[in-house]
Structure formats: C-alpha cells, structure tokens
C-alpha cells in the first residue's frame, strides 16, 4: 500500500503575521487618526501597487543600500521581468506623480497612503519581513515650512493617538553643491583611522562613506562620536534652509535634537533628514519614523526636477507602544436592543428585523446562533440593553414582536412594521 502523504500545517512565513482581534482595534484607531490628520493638514490619498519594476527601487532607493542589496524580495516573471515587492513607498508614489500628470497640476501636491511593504531581514523585536506604514510625500514645494509641517503633523498624531514621549532627530545631509566637500573631509577623517574601525566600515569607506555614521560597532563609537558633522559643512543655502526648519520647529514648540550622526538608510535625501524614536531607550526597537527632503528623486527618475520631502511611519511600531502603553481604543458598541429569536422562522424573522432596525439607525445586538431564550436573555443583559425583542414562532406568524423593558420586565406585543416606531417613542421618554 502507498504510504499516506502526510497533510501538510500550513503556517504564515516567517517574519509575517495576521493581525487580529483585539489588537487591530488598535491598528484601526491609529490608522483612521492618521487619515484623519492628514486630510485635516491638506493631503489626499493616494494608493499604489504593491509590486513594481526592480529598477525603480535600485535607482530610488540606491543599489548600495541594505534595503535593496540585502533586503528586497525580487520576482522574475516568467517573461524574464525583475520586479519586487516594494520596500517602501516613496519611489511608487514618485512613480504615479510622474506617470499620472500630477506635475501639472497647481504645486505643492500633498499626498499620503497607508500599506503593506516588505524587507527581508531577519525578524526580530519590531522588525517584520512584511510590515505596514502610513507616508506622506509633497511634491512641488522646496520651502522649509513643508519640512516644519511634516514634522509638526508627525508631532500631532503621536500626541492624538496617546504616545507623548517622543523624540525627533533632525540632521541635514546638504546638497549635492556642498555634499561632496562634506565626503572628502569625512573620508579624509577615516582614512587616517581605518585600521581601528569594523570590517562593515571598511566596506562603507569604499562605497557609501556617509553610512559610516551609521554604524553601531562598540569599536567604531570613539571614532565616529569625533567625525566631522555635515551641518559644519553645508553650503549657504543648505545653512539657510536647516536653520528655517529649526525656527519654523522652535515656532511650534516641537522638541527636537540635533543628531549629526543621522544619515538614513536610503540614498535619496537631501537637505533635511529626521527619524522618531520613543523616549524610553530599549522600550522600541529602532526608529518609529523617518523621512526627508528629496529635491533630486524626481528628476533622478527621469521627471522635471521638483523638490520633494515627505515621511513614513512604521505602524507595527506604533501599535505596539499603543499596547505597552495601554492606550484606550473605542468602546464597544452602544447597543440599544437585544434580539431574542426561537425557532427557524423566528430567526428569518429577526435577521429582516435587524436589517430594519440598521437602517433606522437603532443599534441592534443579536446572538443568531445561540437557540435557548435563557442563554440570549443572559446577554441581553450584560450588555445593558434597555429592550430585548422577542420573535418566536407564533409572532413570527403573527407578524408581531415582543417588546420587553429589561430593567421593569414590562413586555408589549406590537406589530413588526411598528417596532422602529415604537422604540423610538419609548427611546424619546
Ligand atoms: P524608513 O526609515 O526606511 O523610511 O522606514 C520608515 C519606518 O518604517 C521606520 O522608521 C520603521 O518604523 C518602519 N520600518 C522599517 N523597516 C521595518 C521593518 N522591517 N519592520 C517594522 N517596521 C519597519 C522610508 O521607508 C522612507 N520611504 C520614508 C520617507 C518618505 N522619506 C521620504 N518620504
């Protein structure tokens, strides 16, 4: 006899996960707040796919960086095609300005999304190969009041969504006139030190040597704490920009700290940069947020050259401080009635009822399953409802319901086409 193949336990990949009950109350609040924010601050949404060319990231992104040299999920068509999924969303959503016309429209455009990106590292404590962020990217504008706004909204939705102790790094990497100049005085530095750092530095010397300071190495601590920091190096109008984001930033109160070891992982920035981490050192693991100014990504993609600054927020973070902190989300439902049914035609019955009752606007609690009077009276209760609504077989073909007051125990039969009527009568007393 064949041996049974055995059947297989299907499991989510590693470093992915449903998220489920209770918890995605706590991603719906945050979310709907995000949206709400967003619109209330002049964006509007944009969603784009979740697959795209390969070549858009390798160029937005940078083919050197760990997010597409280590991390990203390539697919080969069967045509032959290099897509992947996306990393983050900034290049799709420069993509769609690009490819939809929406340079031509009145500037600056202010979009934000919310989605789904994916990184192939290896998980751990808030680190997930498939995790979700809300961005929001402005194109058009190179004024540092955008940057200010960017912040300022970040700002917001933390304190809306309960988290207050937050703190904001701010850095700016310059431009390509005075960037260059800033490298050459960095490489300089580390040449002269190269023998006491770690090998991954040694590899960031020859190919991206801003991301030295980014390194977390113990050995490589002393050296980069000394390094020459790129504000000390930004030319006039890079100076000028920095300090207006500051003063717009002083304006409104918004606490920030001056980190010159900030670099970002991606190669696109210019300008601006910044990353949100929570207060309490080793609470989060990493970075709630980060974001920048992108005045070259644009035109680097084969656009119009148009200054660009946007952020994104890592929702899973977030969600789970919102736990950590036991930040309250809504309430349960207020319902106003309990739906009791007995029988088939009892339930038929209550199901039109609470159809009727949905679009009245009454708020109706039902247990359609459970089939013991008892057993929904019971419910009926706990939940606190002022009416239960009682349809058993003979009211069913009568055409009828009960209406009983839970806290007197007075009950009424009355007509089913009268029962949105008759409620709100009692609801008005
Ligand atoms: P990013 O710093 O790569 O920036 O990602 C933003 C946030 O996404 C991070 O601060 C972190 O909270 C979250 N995140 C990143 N990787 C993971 C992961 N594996 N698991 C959980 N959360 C993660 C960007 O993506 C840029 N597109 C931001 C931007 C928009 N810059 C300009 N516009």
Redesign the pocket.
């Known amino acids: 006899m064949p041996k049974k193949k055995k059947r297989k336990e299907f499991q989510a990949l590693k470093g992915m996960r449903d998220l489920l009950p209770p918890d995605t109350a706590w991603w719906d609040k945050l979310i709907k707040t995000g949206e709400d924010l967003a619109r209330d601050f002049g964006f509007q949404k944009i969603e784009t796919p979740v697959i795209e060319d390969a070549e858009l990231f390798i160029r937005g992104t940078g083919a050197t960086t760990d997010?597409v040299s280590k991390q990203m999920y390539f697919i080969k068509t069967a045509g032959g095609t290099s897509l992947a999924l996306r990393p983050?969303?900034?290049p799709g959503v420069v993509r769609a300005y690009m490819e939809n016309g929406l340079a031509s429209l009145p500037q600056p455009i202010k979009l934000f999304y919310f989605g789904p990106m994916f990184?192939h590292?290896q998980p751990q404590a808030?680190?997930?190969r498939q995790?979700y962020?809300f961005?929001l990217?402005v194109f058009g504008d190179s004024g540092a009041v955008l940057d200010a706004q960017i912040i300022q909204f970040c700002f917001n939705l933390f304190k809306a969504v309960g988290l207050k102790k937050i703190n904001i790094h701010i850095n700016s990497l310059g431009c390509p006139q005075c960037r260059p100049a800033y490298r050459r005085v960095l490489l300089d530095y580390y040449r002269y030190r190269k023998d006491r750092v770690c090998p991954d530095c040694k590899r960031r010397l020859k190919e991206n040597p801003l991301r030295l300071l980014d390194c977390k190495e113990e050995k490589c601590q002393p050296i980069k704490s000394q390094a020459p920091a790129s504000v000390d190096h930004l030319c006039d109008e890079c100076r000028k920009h920095f300090k207006e984001v500051l003063e717009f930033l002083d304006e409104l109160e918004i606490p920030y700290f001056l980190n010159s070891a900030l670099v970002?992982?991606?190669d696109y920035y210019t300008k601006t940069i910044f990353?949100i981490f929570w207060e309490e050192e080793g609470l989060a693991p990493?970075?709630?947020?980060?974001?920048?100014r992108?005045d070259n990504l644009v035109k680097e993609l084969g656009g119009k050259p148009t200054p660009a600054v946007?952020?994104?927020?890592?929702l899973?973070?977030i969600v789970a401080l919102m736990k950590k902190e036991e930040v309250k989300v809504g309430s349960e439902p207020n319902f106003k009635v309990f739906l009791v049914q007995l029988g088939l035609m009892g339930k038929k019955k209550s199901l039109k009822l609470f159809e009727k009752l949905h679009q009245a606007g009454i708020l109706a609690a039902e247990s359609l399953s459970r089939d013991s009077i008892k057993a929904q009276m019971k419910i009926a209760d706990k939940l606190g409802v002022k009416f239960a609504l009682i349809l058993g077989q003979q009211e069913a073909l009568d055409g009828t319901v009960i209406i009983r007051d839970m806290q007197s125990g007075v009950q009424e039969t009355v007509p089913q086409e009268k029962v949105v009527e008759e409620l709100k009568k009692r609801f008005r007393k």
């Open positions: 997010i983050e969303g900034t990184r590292e808030g680190r997930w995790f962020q961005g990217e970002r992982g991606l990353e990493g970075a709630l947020g980060g974001g920048g992108y946007g952020v994104a927020l890592g899973d973070r």
